[in-house]
């Protein structure tokens, strides 16, 4: 079973533009919820993280929009950028374990 | 901050090979983990260890995957032997737990594996 579903599989946007990525939860044990970006050859690096306490978090062009009631929290990137293309995925972490999800293929048209 | 180091980066094998991985954890770590993501999917768990113990081993499989942690830093990962779907990019990764009582997770750049 999965533990978090992520969605779109792929997604193409326009430079400038918004990009959303979803993630769904069941278990609301989890307590920490992070956001990682991989380029092509390299590992998945920190992008930004929440906590369960907390409805958004935003650095620079980078929100997380998390909603508690639903289970279920999304990755915003303003201002799209070419350089942003990459494969996104979101993870929840409880008692010393990270799920992820399946990951989000994005690429950013110039 | 040195990064999590992997090698070999690359690594190209015929089945019923055996292969093995090097991991070296950023310093002071004590969480290491070892994932296989498969093209197309997010990192699955392979092991965990916390310090040179390990605490989560369900998804390693066990009849040909074996792992090691020496004196709590560096990690080998093993295959033996190799099978044509064990083709991945094995992940390493390390944490260390952040005053807010949370894992923040670091990964190294992985060895990818091809199985023939």
């Known amino acids: 079973q999965q533990q978090v579903k992520q969605s779109p599989q792929s997604l193409i946007v326009q430079k400038g533009g918004i990009s959303i990525i979803n993630c769904a939860y069941e278990?609301?044990?989890?307590?920490?919820f992070p956001w990682y970006q991989q380029f092509p050859g390299k590992g998945p690096a920190l992008l930004i993280a929440i906590r369960p306490d907390v409805s958004e978090k935003k650095e620079g062009r980078f929100t997380i929009s998390f909603n508690k009631s639903a289970k279920q929290f999304s990755l915003h990137i303003m201002d799209s950028q070419p350089g942003d293309s990459a494969t996104y995925f979101c993870?929840?972490?409880?008692?010393?374990?990270?799920?992820f999800g399946s990951g989000t293929k994005l690429n950013v048209k110039p | 901050e040195a990064g999590v180091a992997q090698s070999p980066r690359y690594k190209i094998i015929e089945k019923r090979q055996s292969v093995a991985f090097w991991c070296n954890p950023i310093?002071?770590?004590?969480?290491l983990y070892w994932y296989q993501q498969i093209l197309g999917q997010g990192p699955k768990l392979l092991i965990q260890f916390q310090n040179n113990g390990v605490v989560d081993d369900s998804q390693l499989p066990k009849d040909r995957f074996s792992a090691e942690r020496l004196k709590g830093v560096d990690s080998t990962l093993k295959i033996q032997p190799a099978k044509l779907e064990d083709s991945a990019v094995y992940l390493c990764a390390s944490s260390f737990r952040t005053s807010g009582d949370q894992e923040t997770q670091y990964f190294g750049p992985g060895t990818r594996l091809l199985v023939l």
């Open positions: 278990n609301t044990a989890f307590d920490y």
């Open positions: 993870a929840a972490y409880n008692f010393n374990k990270f799920y």
């Open positions: 310093s002071g770590h004590a969480t």
